[in-house]
């Protein structure tokens, strides 16, 4: 960030705002571009985990090498339908309910350390940023409910408003696990801790009650299988978005597998050290210029593992029933939750005093 | 206590099954071979009593027209003009669009002249072609003709009917697998 407003500022003489505005524009405008190959590269990838699980292939037709070309085909396939309002919608809500979906989970990204430096704000509260950033996305998937005018997606909406606000809960308690442990809320200070440390997975046994916790209900948090009660194909078409079409449509599934990126990217940052190598092989984190990028190639294999794991969990556990999705949030998750953190808190006082 | 006992051994089976069923899906995604096939490039063992479309041996054929009366759709039409036992045909189609695969039309048969065989791939463009001629030729062979001269006045053979389009690529893969089907016989 900071070198981008320098070069703006010095090396293209630009004065007043407008370093900072194309800043902020370069890395808005190349996340979102990675973003669309990555949710590409994400849905292809569910397409063949699911299939080698099921003893299926998958798509290997498109694009020649195991249909590698399969998502591009879909996009341009959904750009191109056409984009239904129903009658009884309610326009501007319908119309604008993908958008806001879609920039509550995007605007997740801002505070995500990527490599040293490569990070757009470091905010002092970036963990709990992205946990309340990610929760707008359900005043959008509740506007999409409601402004579809169809019972199936109230349902669903209604569904996803009671199970995310529920998962808020134990999600937010797991992570204050590793905070204890590192001592900030800073992203960047989490990768520096274990740089030095070790993986703060590492650092007691509560934490790994914790990352489960954190990883069950990220899971919620998604919307993804054992927890798709909002789509739920069998019971509700699909949900909040039994009556999106086209482009429309597709949003609701880049956002699910942006916010699958999201969650990882926590995970991987919180308690499978960031960007550092395990026992900090190299120091990535103070590697000149160029090298400290191999930051980057680390974070996303991490991510990559813990959306593996998604997946799997996904393609193995049928739905839940959502009284057994309640009872699993605040009779399971949540005192657990509550006991990770205060072992941690004990375990810290012990190991230091 | 009971109620206390069942909590914690809930949470132990549901992370058990939950494991285990990983576990599962982990060895199908590993190590089981994919089930799949890649049909245009790849294709099953067909079993030999499948039963695909017809052929006709049509020198063996005496055109008695049981093999017609016989097929519960009425798909097929014979047409020859006899000439004592030489046969001057003009018509033994099969219409793919009526037909059931019940394979009746091939007992009744008295000389054994019509087959099924394993040839399954019927798509075609056009309803038109869905109408299969069996004929391998029309008319008379020429040694028949030779053989009724003299007594009638051969006429000229007569153009083979236009089958359409996908109608030579199929008619030339039949006559490969009765090739094929005849070299089997003779091992």
């Known amino acids: 960030m900071d070198i981008l407003i320098t070069f703006f500022a010095e090396t293209l003489g630009m004065s007043g705002v407008w370093p900072l505005s194309f800043a902020y524009a370069t890395c808005i405008g190349s996340l979102l571009g990675f973003v669309t190959v990555y949710a590409m590269f994400a849905i292809w990838m569910e397409r063949k985990v699911a299939a080698h699980i099921q003893q299926r292939l998958g798509p290997m037709e498109v694009g020649g090498w195991h249909g590698w070309a399969q998502s591009p085909a879909d996009a341009l396939k959904l750009l191109f339908k056409e984009d239904i309002i129903p009658d009884g919608a309610n326009k501007w809500l319908f119309w604008i309910a993908p958008a806001v979906v879609f920039c509550g989970v995007f605007a997740g990204f801002i505070a995500i350390p990527f490599a040293a430096g490569v990070q757009i704000v470091d905010i002092n509260l970036g963990v709990f940023f992205i946990i309340a950033i990610a929760s707008i996305e359900v005043v959008g998937v509740i506007m999409a409910g409601w402004a579809s005018n169809s019972k199936y997606s109230l349902f669903g909406a209604v569904r996803e408003a009671a199970q995310v606000v529920s998962y808020e809960l134990p999600s937010a308690t797991a992570l204050l696990a590793p905070i204890l442990v590192v001592g900030s809320f800073k992203l960047s200070d989490f990768n520096t801790y274990q740089a030095e440390h070790g993986w703060v997975i590492f650092a007691n046994p509560f934490m790994w009650i914790a990352l489960l916790i954190f990883f069950i209900a990220s899971l919620a948090g998604c919307k993804r299988a054992p927890f798709d009660l909002p789509e739920a194909e069998s019971e509700l078409v699909s949900g909040f978005h039994t009556e999106y079409s086209g482009m429309r449509f597709s949003f609701f599934g880049l956002e699910e597998y942006v916010s699958m990126f999201v969650v990882s990217a926590i995970t991987a940052t919180l308690f499978l050290g960031g960007y550092t190598l395990p026992f900090n092989l190299l120091d990535v984190g103070n590697l000149p210029a160029p090298f400290h990028l191999i930051g980057v190639a680390v974070l996303v294999v991490k991510i990559f593992a813990v959306i593996f794991v998604q997946m799997w969990l996904r393609w193995t556990l049928p739905r839940m029933r959502v009284d057994q999705v309640m009872s699993l949030g605040y009779k399971y998750l949540l005192p657990w939750g509550l006991f990770a953190v205060a072992g941690t808190a004990i375990w810290q006082v012990w190991m230091e005093g | ?187």
């Open chain 2, 1 to 187: 206590m009971g109620s206390v006992r069942e909590y914690f051994s809930s949470i132990a089976n549901g992370l058990g099954s939950a494991a285990k069923g990983m576990g599962v899906t982990l060895r199908h995604f590993t190590s089981e071979p994919h089930i799949t096939v890649q049909y245009p490039r790849e294709t099953k063992p067909i079993p030999p009593t499948y039963r695909g479309m017809h052929i006709l041996e049509q020198d063996k054929c005496i055109d008695c027209g049981l093999c017609a009366k016989a097929c519960p759709v009425d798909c097929i039409e014979i047409e020859a003009e006899h000439h004592g036992r030489v046969l001057e045909w003009t018509k033994f189609s099969i219409d793919y669009k009526k037909c059931i695969f019940c394979e009746f039309c091939i007992p009744p048969c008295p000389v054994d002249c019509i087959h099924m065989t394993t040839e399954f791939e019927l798509a075609t463009e056009s309803p038109d072609h869905m109408v299969e001629d069996m004929l391998t030729w029309t008319g008379m062979r020429p040694q028949d003709q030779a053989k009724l001269e003299g007594k009638t006045k051969p006429k000229a053979p007569a153009a083979k009917p236009a089958g359409g389009g996908g109608g030579d690529d199929l008619r030339s893969r039949v006559a490969a697998m009765m090739a094929k089907k005849k070299a089997e016989k003779e091992d």
